[in-house]
């Protein structure tokens, strides 16, 4: 894809953590409760209550910001930011001040070969990273609105991301990197639907080599990934057939509809809010000392960037290909049990990426209820490279029986009758019996037509049942033609 225009997005996530009390009071974190049943005076902000820090918060935003090398400030403090809404019962929401707990960092993604210029991981900065407060939530019908409490004082954290993604791929993937890091720290359980993980799109488009950025749109609550790559590609097009009419966008904020697969104005962008900003008197400043960032970046557990480098270096994968692999626990693990039984990474990750991953797809659930063992796929491709079975043999009736429950490969192979032919004298006859069948075909490929040896190695192969070995049958007719 060749283009004269330019894509800036920066992405802005709120990740709700996993912590089993809410932010500043003893109330469960838990979704789903009955309304307004998880509420206290202070997360309701009766007067004369006061807020305690909850430290488990403080640990899992310190967790995250180690894991993407950033900056941990020793030394930040907790602020009101006032605004009206009902579901907000303080009148403001206590987030951090102009210092947040977690500055800088990055995090790497897999950069989309369309905009840049090799392919492989690129590093996406990450602005900063604070914790808050989330608000209640409001459900508005006819002719009311209702307000459930229950999520008002569940601790964010909200993950500034910089605007460096330079296509709706590239946001998705990093959403996608964000996401697996943020769950296998452990600090939030990611489930998109019931809003633990949500995110706002800022996106712009410039021509090619102006340096100001074009006018920004933001889109708000983009709540699974296939939204948030739907909306950029909607809205990237939309800014360039306007600026290519001439026309400039209008800064403003957009809803995704999702059943139309449109965006949508929500409110244009006046002169910012002014929240009144002022630090909260009624929390201590937030100190972090060394001993407690040396406890945590102990207890981490093995990310995925290290995961996915672990990939590459050891099995001689691509980023592509390790990134593909790593995407999920249990699959990364089959992978390594059935690369080290066959000694054939290459393979074990064609057959994972393929054939194994069409038939999860196809049949739903994943690499465990797939029902074939890691031993089995090992064995299945072994026996590929003994050249006891040819790949497509393999692909075509070993693998569905695999599948069907028809026992191991060995024994697929012996019932069925599906050892390979690799006899020259047997391949040979075969070879004579369609070269005679075919003398037309066998005088034009003498002349010059080479398309035709093609058709000739298949009419073997379909005579053969499929089970001659393509090599020799490649070999007796290099030595006939
Ligand atoms: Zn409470």
Known sequence: MHSDYETIIGLEVHAQ??????????CANKYGAEPNTLICPICLGMPGTLPTLNARAVDMAIAFGLAVNA?????SRFYRKQYFYPDLPKGYQITQGPVAVVEGGSLEILGDPAVRSSEGNIQIGIERAHLEEDSGKSTHEAKRSLVDLNRAGVPLLEIVGRPELRSPTEAYNYLKALHRLLTALDICDGNMEEGSFRCDANVSVRPKGQEAFGVRVEIKNLNSFRYVRQALEYEVKRHTELLKAGSTPIQETRGWDTDKGESRIQREKAEAMDYRYFPEPDLPPLEISQTELETIRLSMPELPSAHKKRFTDSYGLTDYEAEMLTQDRAFADYFESVAKLCNNPKQTCNWMLGELSRAINERGGNIKT???????????ISHVDNKTVNLNTAKEAIFPALLAGEGGPREVIEKRGLAQISDTGAVEAIVD???????????????????????????VMKAGKGKVNPQIVNEILDRKL
Do not use: D, W
């Open 17 to 26: 953590l996993s912590t089993r009390s809410k932010m500043f009071c003893a």
């Open 71 to 75: 900056v941990i400030q020793k030394k």
């Open 370 to 380: 797939l029902g074939v063992s890691a031993e089995y796929l090992a064995e299945l």
């Open 433 to 459: 019996s369609v070269l005679t069948a075919h003398p037309t075909q066998v005088s034009e490929l003498r002349a010059g037509n080479t398309k035709l040896r093609g058709f000739l190695v298949g009419q």
